[in-house]
């Protein structure tokens, strides 16, 4: 029950046959058995009790969440009133399809406002539907192992890459970027290490040089100004920048028009 394993199935928008609400465990009922053939099922749980996937059994509390593949059995066992937000939708078939559980977190719970959003048009704008379940699903996955940063880092993080965003164009220290957002350079250089695989120095150059790859590509700008766009005037320094990241001079890579237009990852 990776991250990786989650992402190959969401290579492509899931189709949502439905996003409602519903109450359980009404009239007494204490436990309920309940099976799909061929769709998914995405539960975010506002009651606590338990669920049996498989040979799973997990402990359901008011923000969690369960991800769980077709053709599954699964046991439901209330303990009163159990109402939950919940989406049953397709996914191209995968290799050995796996349950998931995310224990309550505020990063669960936003995730669930968005799907919750859908609610008023997911009838009628099937595509925006999916749209919205495919960035919940892979909002959720982005928790998974490698997502491990608490909620607040995860805040912090997140302010640090829009920062990062609206100053390309900038030279503002990397310093000066913790600062902003509450941390030590060191400090953010663990954040982005342990949830970007990379430093805060090498994240932005290549921010900068995906920008400087659109220019070079769809614009008649000059070389020297597309420099001063990204935040490196120093034209010498410019080339030797985007050369480390592409591979190829600022020059060659604008004049081959048939190459690709290459984004970091």
């Known amino acids: ?75 439901f066992c209330y303990e009163g009133e159990s109402p939950h937000l919940y989406s049953h939708f397709y996914l191209p078939p995968g290799s050995d399809p796996a349950p998931y559980y995310w224990p309550a977190d505020p990063r669960v719970s936003a995730l669930e406002d968005l799907l919750e959003g859908a609610l008023t048009f997911h009838r009628t704008h099937s595509r925006r539907a999916a749209a919205r379940l495919w960035e919940v699903l892979l909002g959720l996955s982005s928790l998974l192992d490698g997502g491990s940063a608490d909620s607040q880092s995860q805040e912090k993080l997140d302010e640090c890459l829009r920062l990062m965003n609206a100053t390309t164009s900038t030279t503002l220290p990397i310093a000066e970027l913790a600062d902003e957002v509450g941390l030590s350079q060191n400090q953010l250089t663990r954040l982005f290490r342990s949830e970007l695989g990379c ?21 008649d700008l000059p070389v020297k100004a597309i420099a001063c766009s990204v935040g490196i005037p120093d034209l010498q320094a410019f080339n030797k920048t985007f050369r480390k990241s592409r591979g190829v001079s600022p020059r060659q890579y604008r004049a081959d028009p048939e190459g690709p237009l290459i984004f970091s990852q």
């Open 1 to 75: 029950m990776t991250r990786d394993s989650l992402n190959s199935l969401l290579l492509t928008p899931p189709q949502p046959s439905t996003i409602s609400r519903a109450i359980h465990g009404l009239g007494g009922v204490t436990t309920e058995t309940f099976l799909l053939p061929d769709q998914w099922m995405l539960h975010f749980y506002h009651y606590s009790g338990r669920v049996r996937i498989r040979d799973h059994e997990f402990s359901l509390h008011p923000g969690c969440a369960t991800l769980i593949p077709p053709a599954t059995q699964i046991v």
């Open 199 to 219: 430093t805060p120095v090498s994240y932005r150059r290549e921010l900068k040089m995906d920008r400087a790859c659109l220019l070079l590509r769809h614009s």
